[in-house]
């Protein structure tokens, strides 16, 4: 059994949770979610505490049951707080601009590159800082992948998009040529 799972999911202030056979939805402040849940998975509420529990007796159903408990405490926790991921762009002449739910790139290619999100999604930027929020936690972190897989850092220099708390490790390069040594 899953020690996460058995955990009970405290539900924030002004957040409801609705199970219609294996719809879970999610509603809260910031706007609401809805999953399908596994087979071999119940969710029982009461009093403003979620419990999952496992009802198949295979292995996978025991593999979904903390996926599923996980899943809901993050529906929780994103229509109450919200999820965010922060960017940093590293490099002269680099910029970024938001504009909506889209995001413009220009990043040292010969054309700007356009990053579309949802309309979960919002982009915000300051200087060289992208910021990226949203209530879906997959959805946040799926659309920050894609933005940082237009420029990856490089290990050179450490130019490209990085998470802002990613550390990139650097090479050393070439060595200059050796002084007196014969051409």
């Known amino acids: 059994m899953s020690r996460i799972g058995k955990l009970p999911i405290i539900l924030p202030q002004g957040v409801t949770l609705e199970v219609a056979g294996r719809e ?9 979610l809805v999953r399908r849940l596994a087979h071999g998975i119940s969710v029982e509420v009461k009093d403003g505490v979620v419990q999952v529990q496992s009802t ?16 809901i405490a993050n529906m929780a926790k994103g229509v109450s707080e919200g999820w965010k991921k922060v ?8 910029r970024a601009e938001a504009t909506g739910n ?9 054309h700007p590159v356009k990053v579309e999100g ?18 879906d936690k997959e ?8 933005v940082r897989a237009v420029r990856p850092p490089e290990p050179y220099k450490g130019k ?8 990139i490790r650097r090479k050393a390069g070439k060595a200059a040529k050796t002084v007196g040594a014969p051409a």
Request: positive net charge; charged residues 25%.
């Open 24 to 32: 879970v939805k999610v509603v809260g402040p910031k706007g609401s």
């Open 56 to 71: 198949g007796k295979t292995k996978q159903d025991k593999s979904n049951f903390g996926s599923s408990r996980a899943h």
């Open 87 to 94: 960017l940093e762009l590293v490099g002269t002449g680099y």
């Open 102 to 110: 889209s995001l413009t790139l220009t990043i040292g290619y010969s």
């Open 118 to 135: 949802s309309d979960n999604i919002s982009f915000k930027v300051e200087k060289s800082i992208i910021t990226i929020e949203g209530i």
């Open 139 to 146: 959805e946040v972190g799926e659309v920050a992948a894609k």
């Open 160 to 167: 490209g998009i990085k998470y802002l708390d990613e550390v």
